[in-house]
């Protein structure tokens, strides 16, 4: 059964940083791995889907890369402003072929001014 | 291009009572799920409709949760009859087959 784990759980920073987030999968046998930003109370907002053939995906400040082999993806946000405060998830089709997703927990982002 | 629609948005009852709530997906999308999100954590997965067929429904606890998905365009996912665990976000997505998944607003079920 696949697990996904996100680290970290969460972070706090200053405007203008960079910001690496990760995402682990323990079945590297997968097709696509999808992106989420969800605001409280909210539904989810899909940022960003790689492909398993693709190794990054951008859009805009957003770049995420996919790492099969060992069972990783990582989302780069560039230069962070206070409106990228969210929580950040990731989601990664169950083992054994099917399309049936898996979410880690996410990671709660504050981006301070 | 209209998003996923869900009713109703908020919903309180109290613990053994019914309730139900209703999806409708993004318009050619053939996949719907139902996720169940708990305060803290990801979505999990209740069920998973591919047209009128069911993918995967491993995660619903079918002693008292029941979904259908009608002529395979909308679904309704009921509660019956609730307990206090059942506190949540119920959220509903949509996606072509295998593609990238579409959420709508969720419905926060909270049971007293």
């Known amino acids: 059964k696949q697990e996904v784990t996100q680290i970290p759980a969460a972070l706090s920073v200053p405007e203008g940083e960079n910001l690496v987030l990760n995402c682990s999968f323990t079945?590297?046998?997968?097709?696509?791995l999808q992106w989420f930003r969800q605001d409280p109370g909210k539904g989810l907002t899909s940022l960003l889907l790689?492909?398993?053939?693709?190794r990054e995906q951008t859009s805009g400040r957003l770049n995420a890369s996919l790492d099969k082999s060992s069972g990783r993806s990582t989302l780069y946000i560039a230069a962070s402003q206070p409106g990228d405060s969210a929580t950040y998830l990731c989601?990664?089709?169950?083992?054994?072929?099917?399309?049936?997703?898996?979410f880690g927990r996410g990671t709660s982002l504050i981006v301070h001014p | 291009e209209a998003g996923v629609a869900q009713s109703p948005r908020y919903k309180i009852i109290e613990k053994r009572q019914s309730v139900a709530f209703w999806c409708n997906p993004i318009?050619?999308?053939?996949?719907l799920y139902w996720y169940q999100q708990i305060l803290g954590q990801g979505p999990k997965l209740l069920i998973q409709?591919?047209?009128?067929?069911?993918?995967?429904d491993s995660q619903l606890p079918k002693d008292r949760f029941s979904a259908e998905r009608l002529k395979g365009v909308d679904s309704t996912l009921k509660i019956q009859p609730a307990k206090l665990e059942d506190s949540a976000v119920y959220l509903c997505?949509?996606?072509?087959?295998?593609?990238?998944?579409?959420f709508g607003p969720g419905t926060r079920l909270t049971v007293l």
């Open positions: 997505a949509s996606s072509p087959v295998e593609g990238e998944q579409f």
């Open positions: 079945d590297s046998a997968i097709y696509n």
């Open positions: 790689i492909q398993s053939s693709q």
């Open positions: 989601a990664v089709p169950q083992s054994g072929g099917s399309y049936i997703p898996t």
């Open positions: 318009s050619g999308h053939a996949t």
């Open positions: 409709f591919q047209n009128n067929g069911v993918v995967d």
